[in-house]
Each structure stands twice: as structure tokens, then as C-alpha cells.
């Protein structure tokens, strides 16, 4: 696996030996631009951060990189609640919401990607390679190519305000790449574990319970975080499916939020709404990171 | 062998009833529904009005052409790419360049480098607003106050408003988020460089720009191809981003913004399909040989 190369040590410095003056140059040179890359990266969330510390009316863009003079924290439970700013929707209530609608995706999806992962890797069917290139290309096409018959579609059916319709679209479109990373893994595990379950005369659904998947932890990890992120920062399917209602989904939520609903713009009220709602990705993100590179190194066909 | 699939069906077909509804779910949702989007994208469904669509043919794709906002959103696509795929490439290939040697402090700055691709693009779109903000000089906040601060205050610029270089300004945070994607690959593909031909070439007497070049950089090539590749695909969806910053404003429209609007604004289901198939079309051009490659390489390998 590609993400296993990232982790593979590699000494800082060889050997202990005096560095020659040339060296010395080299490495200053690394750590002053790693660090000024550093700052360009942050500086966005920096923005923020800061902006969002600033109470909700003494926010301007003249002053945007400033830091606040006081610590002021009003603009927090207004942007989660709407108030009296925002009262038409609640940033609140869409990120709860949400957060119920992408959990539940991200299990089934991981479930039914290790069942068809196991398949894929161990238990071969005649033209499954076939197949599974067919469901590969499936993780690269553009949603607007089948964007209209689905709208179409859950229409006439009347289920277009209902969240589930986008827990069964992340479900759907999720299959291929949670097959690809469940399947990528299982490949790893050696045939013989298999072979030796056979000739125990286990079945083989018996050998994926109590051999594979007791093993399946890392990938688990991995295709939760993915489908947990891609459904959280999810906007396509959200704006389409749910004709962008501003109550369903927290990317369209966040959208009206933004582009303000009534005649004022409150920048500060628009910062921590984004800061909040970035939240929830950003702190599995600190914590799983790891996790979250391989799913994003298998969506390059390269975990 | 008792895994490769034999010709007794007993052996293979519980596994293949339990990928069934998976692979009917792809049939019919990503297949049949690309089946459908074509068929729409031939009718006359202009409006919301046509109950009952006729067969027009080809004529949506050939209107596409004569349609003067499209083509301006295919070209300002087309300068979002070139921006996107040069700038990304290189942004995450210096990063790389800087840490795989091994450095102290490098799981620090890597996660620093690849948190941008954890946030959803409406998030950022708030904060990408100010930081391109076209106000200058006095009035000036973002990116125009930041290069006045450092001394390059004839670089400001009104970024994605100004008339011919909206599409290029809007590459900067799709830059932002993406070359950490790219340090990533890159990381490991130069990690994935047996140490023992760096080796070789220093005993040799080679010297380190020598080995960069001619020993590690060629042994990068399929890497490169992937990120070319994956860029290409990421930039042609491009939709979030420019809506998050400039919503829907027809200076900084793209081929997937222009299928919206046409689909909900003006209800012209046609245009908003044979856009999309385009775009689907566009994707498989770069895709399929992709595919192709990384199949031949995983079979070889084995």
C-alpha cells in the first residue's frame, strides 16, 4: 500500500558526522520554506479563526488578518442557532441533521464494501474482474450525468424533501470506492488463511466471519472517514436531490448562511458559521489522519 | 487452485448472489441512469412545459456550440485546469521534494500540508471571498493587503472579477486544497524508490542534483501521470468552489455550473443533460486509458 511507503522511517540524518557548511545551507533552506508553505496553508483557517473571535458586527475585511482585542464569543451560539439574524434555518439543527444522515451512510456503505470487497478479492466469480473495473469507472464519472433521471426519479416518487433520499445517494454512488478499498486490503491477506479454512470444510461465508473480518479494523477506519467526509462536504448531491431546501443538508445550509438571507451581510457571523461547520471533519481529521490519506490515495486508485 | 474461480458454479455463486445487488444497484444508478441522461439530452425537454418530449437528435449538442455562454464556461475552464494542473503539480511536488528525505518535523508539517482536503469548499468559500477580495490599496483586505505588506502592492489585483482572469484567480484555492493530494503521491513515490539505487549512484560519484535528475526523477514518472490524471478528472467536476466564492455570476462560470443553472434555473432539462454528457465524455477520455494502464500494471505484478 502506497500510504505504508508514507510512514516507512527515514533517518533525519544518516550518520552523527559534523555536517559540511553545504549541507548546513541546505537544511536551513528546507525548514524556511516548509515553514513559509506553513503559513500559506493556515493562513485560510487563520482567517477564520480569528474573525470568528471578533463578536458578530466589528468584523472588516480591512482588518481581516488582525487579531481580535478582546476575546468576544457572541458570534458563536448566534451562528448555530439563526437567531434573530438567520431565523428561517438553524445551523444547528441541519449539522445534527446531517451528522444522523452521513453516519448512517457511512455504515451501510462500509458494510456492504467489506461483504463486496471479500467477494472481489477471495471469492471470484466468473468476469468479477470485469465487473469490478465496470463499478471502477462508476467512482470517476461526473454526477450531472445522472443527476436529471435522479431528480426525475425521486420527484415523481415524492421522496425529493427527504433526507434519506441522500443517505441512499451516498449509499449508491459510495459503492464503488468502499469496494475498491475493502477489496485492495483483503488482497493483502494471504490465500493460505483461506485455503486452510476450506479444508476445515468451513464455509466460505463462515471463513469471511470468523477469519476476515475480525481482521477488516484498519479498512473500517478508512471507509468510514471517507464516506463520513464526502457525505459531510457533500453539495452536488445535496443541491440537486433536495432542490437545495436550506433545511436538509448542511453544505446547502451553509450556502444560504453565507450569501446571507437577509439584506445585511454579518461577516462574523459568516466566518464561525464556516469554522463551524468545518469542525466536524477537521477534528476527525486531527485524530484519523492517517486513515484519511489512504482513503484518498485509493481514490487515486493508488492505496 | 482453490480460489481462482472454477467452472463449478456451487463454488462461485453464493459469493456472486451476495455482490448481486451491488452490481444492480451500479447497473441501474450509474449506468442506466447515464443511459437515460443521453436519451433526455436528444429530446426537445426545453422547459418544464413539454409534457411529452419529442427525438430531436443531435440538436442540443450542436445548439451547445452556437451557445455563447457555454462556450465561454467550457473556455473558462479550460484556463481553470491549466492554472489547477501546473500550479498544483508543482506546489505539491516542491512540498514532497522538501520532506523525502526525512526531516524533523515532518508529520507535523505534512498534516498541516493535506488538512485543507478534509473541508468542504462551501465552508471555505466565505473565506476565499475576503482573501480575493477586489477592493486595493487603502480599501484593500486578503490577498491585496497581504502583498502590499510585503512589498509587491503592483501585484494586487480584483482577482475573480477582473475580466480576464477570473478563471485563474479561482485556481488559488483549488491549488490550496489540492497539492496537498499531490505531495502525498508524490511522497510515496518517492519513497517507493528502492534506496539502494540512490546508493549506487553516490558511490559512483554522482553528485545530488545529478541523482534527483537522472536516477529519482524518471523513476517518478508513473506518479506524475497519476496526478495529471487525477487533476484533470478533479478539475473538470470543479462546481463547490465556485459556487461557494462567486455563486453562480457568469464571469467565473464553468461547463458543471452552467448544467445547473441551465437545469433549475431555466428548467431546460435538454441543455442540462447534453452539458453533462459532454462532461462525462470529456472525463472518459481521461479516464479509461487510466484504468486500462493501472490494470495492466496491477496484473503484471502479480
Known amino acids: 500500500m502506497s500510504a505504508d511507503l508514507l510512514e516507512k522511517k527515514v533517518a533525519p540524518m544518516a550518520n552523527k558526522r559534523k555536517r559540511s557548511g553545504k549541507e548546513q545551507f541546505w537544511l536551513i533552506f528546507r525548514y524556511a520554506s516548509l515553514i513559509f508553505i506553513w503559513f500559506l496553508i493556515v493562513m485560510p483557517i487563520y482567517v477564520l479563526v480569528v474573525n470568528s473571535l471578533k463578536g458578530i458586527k466589528d468584523v472588516y475585511l480591512v482588518n481581516a488578518f488582525d487579531l481580535p482585542k478582546s476575546l468576544d464569543f457572541s458570534a458563536w451560539p448566534v451562528s448555530w442557532s439563526g437567531g434573530e439574524y438567520f431565523s428561517a434555518f438553524s445551523l444547528g439543527e441541519s449539522m445534527t441533521r446531517t451528522l444522523f444522515f452521513v453516519v448512517q451512510s457511512s455504515i451501510i456503505s462500509a458494510i456492504i464494501g467489506s461483504i463486496n470487497g471479500y467477494i472481489f478479492a477471495k471469492w471470484k466469480f466468473p468476469g468479477s474482474n470485469v465487473v469490478f473495473t465496470l463499478f471502477l469507472f462508476g467512482m470517476f464519472i461526473p454526477y450531472q450525468a445522472v443527476m436529471i433521471p435522479l431528480v426525475q426519479l425521486v420527484t415523481n416518487m415524492g421522496i425529493n424533501k427527504s433526507i434519506y433520499v441522500l443517505v441512499m445517494a451516498h449509499v449508491i454512488y459510495g459503492i464503488p470506492i468502499c469496494t475498491l478499498i475493502f477489496r485492495n486490503y483483503y488482497a493483502s491477506i494471504p490465500d493460505e488463511l483461506i485455503e486452510a479454512g476450506l479444508v476445515d470444510k468451513a464455509s466460505r461465508i463462515r471463513i469471511y466471519l470468523s477469519i476476515i473480518l475480525p481482521l477488516s479494523l484498519p479498512a473500517f477506519v478508512v471507509v468510514l472517514i471517507w464516506q463520513f467526509t464526502s457525505a459531510w462536504n457533500d453539495f452536488l448531491f445535496a443541491i440537486f436531490l433536495t432542490g437545495g431546501s436550506p433545511k436538509l443538508a448542511v453544505a446547502t445550509t451553509t450556502l444560504n448562511f453565507i450569501t446571507g438571507s437577509s439584506n445585511q451581510v454579518f461577516y462574523g457571523l459568516n466566518m464561525t458559521a464556516s469554522l463551524i461547520v468545518s469542525l466536524p471533519t477537521l477534528i476527525v481529521y486531527i485524530f484519523l489522519g492517517r486513515y484519511f490519506l489512504r482513503g484518498l490515495l485509493s481514490g487515486a486508485l493508488k492505496g | ?302
Not at chain 2, 441512469?33 to 418530449?53: G, L
Not at chain 2, 526525512?102 to 462551501?122: Q, V
Open chain 2, 1 to 302: 487452485m482453490a480460489l481462482q474461480s472454477s467452472k463449478r458454479v456451487s463454488t462461485w455463486i453464493g459469493g456472486f448472489l451476495l455482490v448481486l445487488p451491488s452490481i444492480a444497484a451500479v447497473a441501474i444508478f450509474v449506468y442506466g441512469m447515464i443511459a437515460w441522461t443521453v436519451r433526455i439530452s436528444m429530446t426537445d425537454r426545453i422547459s418544464a412545459s413539454v409534457k411529452e418530449p419529442k427525438f430531436v437528435g443531435l440538436q442540443n449538442y450542436t445548439n451547445l456550440l452556437s451557445d455563447t455562454r457555454f462556450t465561454h464556461a467550457f473556455e473558462n475552464l479550460i484556463k481553470f485546469t491549466f492554472v489547477f494542473i501546473v500550479g498544483t503539480t508543482i506546489a505539491g511536488f516542491i512540498m514532497a521534494l522538501l520532506l523525502e528525505k526525512g526531516i524533523k518535523g515532518e508529520g507535523f508539517f505534512r498534516s498541516f500540508y493535506l488538512y485543507p482536503l478534509a473541508i468542504s469548499f462551501i465552508a471555505m468559500g466565505t473565506v476565499w471571498n475576503w482573501l480575493l477580495n477586489s477592493n486595493v490599496d487603502a480599501d484593500a483586505g486578503g490577498l491585496n493587503l497581504l502583498l502590499q505588506q510585503v512589498g509587491l502592492g503592483f501585484l494586487q489585483n480584483s482577482w475573480y472579477l477582473s475580466e480576464n482572469g477570473a478563471a485563474y484567480a479561482l485556481a488559488l484555492p483549488a491549488i490550496w486544497q489540492m497539492a496537498g493530494y499531490v505531495l502525498a503521491l508524490f511522497l510515496a513515490g518517492f519513497r517507493g524508490i528502492p534506496d539502494d539505487l540512490r546508493e549506487a549512484a553516490r558511490v559512483d560519484g554522482a553528485s545530488e542534483a545529478k541523482i534527483y535528475r537522472f536516477v529519482l526523477f524518471p523513476q517518478l514518472t508513473p506518479t506524475l501521470f497519476t496526478v495529471l490524471i487525477i487533476l484533470g478528472h478533479v478539475s473538470m467536476k470543479v462546481f463547490d468552489l465556485i459556487i461557494g466564492i462567486n455563486g453562480k455570476s457568469y464571469v467565473t462560470q464553468v461547463v458543471a455550473v452552467y448544467m445547473w443553472e441551465s437545469t433549475f434555473d431555466q428548467r431546460n432539462y435538454a441543455k442540462g443533460t447534453a452539458i453533462a454528457v459532454v462532461l462525462l465524455l470529456l472525463i472518459a477520455l481521461i479516464i479509461i486509458p487510466y484504468l486500462r494502464w493501472v490494470i495492466k500494471q496491477e496484473n503484471e505484478n502479480r
